[in-house]
Each structure stands twice: as structure tokens, then as C-alpha cells.
């Protein structure tokens, strides 16, 4: 397994991993044309620090794992977590590894926070940000505006004790 920052040559494979899995697995009913920043992900993931980084399978060269950081003064918005779920599961480790990424990035960024939304229906995505530390917080009650989603969603909310800004 090979975790990287982004290569545009991964851009189909990362579309179809992230409509595949919100379509099919959740039933979001999402397009390419709903989530704009699919389609240019370094002008709407990297300004401000912000970063996108997938996990791929050095066996066949394929994208099975993606985040995605947004920044949003000193609170990052986590997009796009997804995982082939034949590569989900603590023995296979990408959630982990992805997840870690995005955190070392926002703490290197100094951010104080991290917002996420997640569709109601992915209970088993709840149990891992519980996991790592995030709490379930209502909309209205996040540091940062978070657009209404178009599926019924939960909004979770970690904070990031000690994180420093980079120099």
C-alpha cells in the first residue's frame, strides 16, 4: 500500500471511488456535478494548507482510499474519508493511515479543530471518528458555517489539544 499527496493521474479512479461508494453504500444520489470540488481538487482542497491524499494498491495501481482537508481559518474540514471496503478494518490499516495524515497535516497547520458531516445511514464511519476522538455536535454549534448536506447527516467535531503553527 501506497499513501500519497494527491496525482492528478488518479482523478478518475478518485471520482469513481467516491461516487461509487456514496451512491451505492449510502445512497446519497450524488453527481460529479454536486460536488464540484471532485473535478479540481488542488484548487479546493490545497489553499491554506489544506491537502488530499489517497491510499493506492501497488499490486494493481489502484486508488482505494481518499481525504481530503479543507481550511477554514484554524478549524479544518475533513471531505471526501472514503475506503474500498476490501481494504477497511483495522488489519488492513488505510483508514488509519489516511486518517493520520490528515491530523499530522492539521496540527502542522495549527489548527485548533476539525468538522466533518457524515450521512446518518454510515454508522460504521460513526464509530471509527468516535474512535479517534470526535464527538457528534449539532450544526449549529460547529466553529465554521458547514453547508446543509443533501442527505440526512450527522456532524461530528475533534479537538486538536497543543497543535502549533508552523513557523
Not at 32 to 48: H, M, S
Amino acid at each position: 500500500m501506497r499513501f500519497i499527496s494527491y496525482d492528478p493521474r488518479y482523478q478518475n479512479q478518485v471520482i469513481g471511488l467516491v461516487l461509487y461508494l456514496q451512491n451505492c453504500e449510502n445512497h446519497a444520489e450524488l453527481s460529479l456535478t454536486d460536488q464540484p470540488e471532485l473535478a479540481d481538487i488542488p484548487e479546493y482542497f490545497f489553499p491554506g494548507g489544506g491537502g488530499f491524499w489517497l491510499a493506492v494498491d501497488e499490486a494493481n495501481d489502484r486508488v482505494v482510499g481518499t481525504i481530503g482537508l479543507m481550511i477554514r481559518g484554524r478549524v479544518g474540514l475533513l471531505k471526501k474519508f472514503f475506503v474500498d471496503p476490501a481494504y477497511r478494518g483495522r488489519r488492513a490499516g488505510v483508514s488509519a493511515a489516511l486518517f493520520s495524515r490528515l491530523t499530522a497535516r492539521a496540527r502542522a497547520e495549527g489548527l485548533a479543530q476539525i468538522v466533518l458531516d457524515t450521512p446518518v445511514r454510515a454508522r460504521r464511519a460513526h464509530r471509527f471518528y468516535r474512535k479517534m476522538g470526535f464527538r457528534e455536535t449539532p450544526r449549529t454549534a460547529l466553529p465554521i458555517p458547514v453547508a446543509a448536506p443533501k442527505v440526512p447527516s450527522l456532524f461530528f467535531l475533534l479537538d486538536l489539544p497543543g497543535a502549533k503553527p508552523m513557523p
